[in-house]
């Protein structure tokens, strides 16, 4: 499971492409470049580590990997910001499109693994169903499956009273 | 509410970026600090017995083969590849085989060593599929298995033992701890028997021990989280970690001296300049940080990052070395030494000789582990003071003037232990 130098050239030539994926989910999930900066290095140095197990699905895993830290940096920011006076706790609202993003974010976390990572692939990066399906190495109506139960379930879920 | 077809809207208003060209390199540094968890930095400790006064000749003439800054002439610090912590209790398989020849003949491919004095050492890493604790009394002429298999640090299938162990660290000759990000062992005998205890993990936040330090009775342990790893301490001889505070770069390594923890951040994700703080029980202070010099800093001739941290017996004094990793076109180091415990820096010697991943100093000299391979000697006299230039050193260090220890690339074949009881002129592979 080391880095060998084949190893190595193979992840220097995705090393790109998936930087901006990466960074392309953070970015449209929290709105912040510093943010999304940094959970695609964080995202890219834990595909380096674990190349060897991942290297043949690297693409989706480096998905997942970046929509769980962006979970994660939401929740931090979160229970950061509870802790504060009332005053400040309102979010700032100098990004128009907050809310979506809060939105797709609070959907995408209530949905089971596999749906998820259907819906990061298509809707985050962009990713024809074909693509997601070759990805994923499941069949395009499986695909169609995932993405029509996660909206279900993340419609659902958005509408239910709170 | 439905989700949205199309969320480009999202996306920056200047496109998706290209990552910016350091970033590969700093990926690349982290996840190899990461999986092998080599030890980029010497302790002192335990074994330091000779304290001496440290004298800093900054002549300015031309010390270094490459027209240096300055001169090294430190009297005495010590230094060791120590480290840490804690007790036991479920024994690990245990298996023994007395060395023979010098060795135990299994070829043990080292990942970590650990030496509490110039003659008792521990090593970690992997054989036949496993993996094995050896232990020597003798400055590293004999070992001897002592464990086999530490619970939660076992060898992957085929053998392959990447992300599995990230070092081992002693305090004395009882007390010691294995660990990697996902497991956390510790032995009150000496290695014999360990006990995978939790990683402590306060704000459910971390994913692992990523250092571990153990000197003046306390083990030190930093979990790297997000944003910044959370750093703990424990007595030696308990599991009660007790957290101290975040630290405050991503990517931290730890130096211990007496009841202190010195955690150094390099750079990366998280602030763009490395930073230095000391962590004792009472909480974190920052310090002034080495290497401050880098790309667009205003302190020429202090490149970079922080590659490693030496505490020295005397009080207060610290030796950095700073290096601007091998993804420059040029690379360079400098060794930096603060004699008010890290409220200010001065640069002694420059190098560019090499790209430094390892350092230590004994009273007279400094060492460097270069990528390229070799370890170089400062202050320079010629290509002599570079030492087995052919093999790919990740860690060096010192328990005292005399006696060092090496560690060769961990990846593929290697993991071979060099030592030295010359000072570090001569380096003889060790039969682990």
Redesign the interface.
Request: glycine fraction near 12%; charged fraction near 20%.
């Given at each position: 499971m080391t880095v060998h130098t084949d190893d190595r050239d193979r992840f220097e030539a995705v090393f790109p492409e998936l930087y901006r994926s990466a960074y392309r989910i953070a970015y449209r999930l929290l709105g912040n470049d510093s943010d999304a900066q940094e959970i695609a290095a964080e995202t890219l140095t834990r595909v380096y580590v674990r190349w060897p197990r991942v290297a043949g699905h690297v693409g989706p895993w480096a998905a997942t990997v970046a929509t769980n830290l962006v979970f994660d940096c939401a929740r931090r920011a979160t229970r950061a910001r509870d802790r504060l006076p009332a005053v400040a706790s309102k979010e700032p609202r100098s990004d128009p499109d907050s809310e979506l993003r809060l939105d797709v974010r609070a959907m995408l976390s209530a949905l089971p693994t596999r749906q998820r990572q259907v819906l990061v692939l298509r809707y985050l990066l962009d990713m024809s169903e074909e693509q997601v399906a070759a990805a994923l190495d499941i069949s395009v109506g499986s695909v169609k499956t995932h993405l029509s139960r996660g909206r279900d379930r993340a419609r659902s879920i958005m509408e239910e009273p709170t | 509410?439905?989700?949205?077809?199309d969320?480009?809207?999202?996306?920056?208003a200047d496109g998706?970026?290209?990552?910016?060209p350091h970033?590969?390199g700093?990926?690349?540094r982290?996840?190899?600090t990461?999986?092998r968890r080599r030890r980029m930095l010497a302790v002192t400790p335990v074994v330091c017995a000779a304290v001496a006064a440290v004298a800093i000749a900054a002549s300015s003439a031309g010390g270094g083969r490459n027209g240096g800054v300055s001169r090294l002439e430190v009297a005495s610090p010590t230094i060791s590849a120590t480290p840490p912590p804690t007790q036991a209790t479920r024994p690990s398989p245990t298996a023994t085989a007395t060395a023979t020849g010098g060795g135990t003949g299994l070829g043990l491919q080292v990942s970590s060593v650990t030496f509490v004095s110039a003659d008792e050492g521990w090593v970690i890493g992997t054989y036949e599929g496993r993996t094995g604790v050896e232990r020597t009394t003798d400055g590293g002429a004999h070992w001897t298995l002592l464990a086999a298999s530490p619970p939660g640090l076992e060898a992957?299938p085929q053998g392959?033992?990447?992300?599995l162990i990230g070092g081992i660290r002693f305090a004395d000759g009882l007390h010691g701890y294995a660990f990697s990000t996902s497991a956390l062992d510790v032995t009150d005998d000496g290695g014999r028997t360990w006990k995978q205890v939790a990683i402590p993990n306060e704000d459910r936040?971390g994913s692992g021990a990523t250092d571990v330090e153990a000197a003046g009775g306390r083990v030190w342990l930093l979990n790297a989280a997000?944003?910044y790893p959370s750093i703990y301490t424990a007595p030696v001889g308990s599991t009660r970690f007790t957290r101290i505070g975040r630290a405050g770069n991503?990517l931290a390594f730890l130096a211990t001296r007496g009841p202190e923890a010195y955690v150094v951040g390099t750079q990366?994700?998280?602030p763009v300049l490395p930073n230095l703080e000391v962590a004792t029980t009472s909480g974190v202070s920052p310090r002034t940080s080495p290497c401050a010099g880098g790309p667009g800093a205003n302190r020429p001739g202090s490149p970079g990052d922080i590659t490693g941290l030496v505490t020295t017996p005397l009080a207060g004094v610290l030796d950095a070395m700073c290096s601007t990793g091998p993804y420059v076109p040029m690379p360079s180091n400098t060794v930096e030494l603060s004699a008010d415990d890290g409220e200010s820096w001065t640069v002694l010697q420059t190098t560019s000789n090499c790209s430094a991943v390892s350092f230590a100093t004994t009273s007279s000299r400094a060492f460097l582990a270069c990528a390229d391979g070799g370890i170089e000697a400062l202050p320079g006299r010629g290509s002599g003071d570079v030492q087995l230039a052919s093999v790919k050193i990740t860690y060096v260090g010192f328990t005292n003037d005399q006696d060092g220890v090496a560690l060769s690339d961990p990846?593929?074949k290697g993991g071979a232990l060099y030592l030295t009881r010359d000072g570090g002129t001569h380096w003889t592979k060790a039969a682990t």
């Open positions: - | 509410m439905n989700l949205p077809e969320l480009t809207g999202l996306d920056p998706v970026p290209d990552p910016p970033v590969l700093v990926v690349v982290a996840g190899r990461r999986r992957a392959i033992q990447p992300p936040d997000i944003p991503r990366g994700a998280g990846t593929g």
